[in-house]
């Protein structure tokens, strides 16, 4: 079975500080790794993904994450908070082995503050 | 516009009073889902249906139904609601193939069940 452990459900950074939520993964085979940002009142957007290729993968904002086989972690960074990048951050994780419909397994999720 | 419409975005019920949650997206996807978001527990999916007339249970399916009867919606029911299904709800709908396909989600649908 896959699933997605995020460390720290709250974390703080002043605007212009590094931004660095981890995640790491428990699956049998190369997962395939998503992060989705959730906006205060709004559904759930895909900030970026890994599927195969370059372990260093770049999306949206300015955020961007590399995949670590070794330590099977898939850590989301941005070099410079910005102020509107307050929002909760979710890990996500699928088999792409399996058939039909496969099933995404999200985190807990990490709430990210941005301090002026 | 590409979008996942849901209603309502709030609703507040007591206990046993049936209620269905509708979703509709635009984008003619076969993949649909349904999840809730509960603090410190991120996103559980409760059901799931690859095309019309076929649904599956996911994480948590007890005390819900759903339908597929057209592509593109996919209903919540809830039958007899009890306070612990106070959550706040999420649809969403991906195209077919290789799960890495974006998912696209609903706004949410806030429910309290006194």
């Known amino acids: 079975a896959q699933s997605v452990t995020q460390l720290g459900s709250h974390v703080s950074v002043s605007e212009g500080a590094l931004v660095l939520l981890r995640c790491n993964y428990s699956s049998s085979v190369p997962p395939y790794l998503f992060w989705y940002v959730q906006y205060p009142n709004q559904g759930l957007q895909l900030l970026l993904k890994y599927t195969t290729g370059a372990t260093l993968v770049k999306g949206i904002n300015g955020f961007e994450a590399e995949f670590k086989k070794s330590e099977t972690s898939f850590h989301l960074t941005k070099p410079s908070a910005h102020m509107s990048d307050a929002a909760e951050y979710f890990c996500a994780v699928s088999d792409p082995r399996s058939g039909g419909y496969q099933k995404v397994t999200f985190g807990t999720g990490t709430k990210l503050q941005v301090i002026p | 516009e590409a979008q996942v419409t849901q209603n309502p975005r709030y609703l507040i019920t007591v206990t046993g009073k049936k209620l269905t949650v509708t979703c509709s997206q635009n984008?003619?996807?076969?993949?649909m889902s349904w999840y809730r978001q509960d603090p410190g527990l991120g996103l559980r999916q409760i059901y799931y249906s690859m095309n019309v007339e076929v649904t599956d249970k996911g994480d948590v399916p007890e005390g819900y139904k759903v339908s597929r009867k057209e592509k593109r919606n996919f209903p919540l029911i809830l039958e007899s609601p009890s306070p612990n299904q106070t959550s706040l709800y999420f649809c969403?709908?991906?195209?077919?193939?290789?799960?890495?396909?974006?998912?696209?989600f609903g706004p949410g649908t806030r429910l309290t069940v006194l």
């Open positions: 984008m003619n996807h076969e993949y």
């Open positions: 969403a709908s991906r195209g077919p193939g290789l799960p890495d396909n974006e998912q696209f």
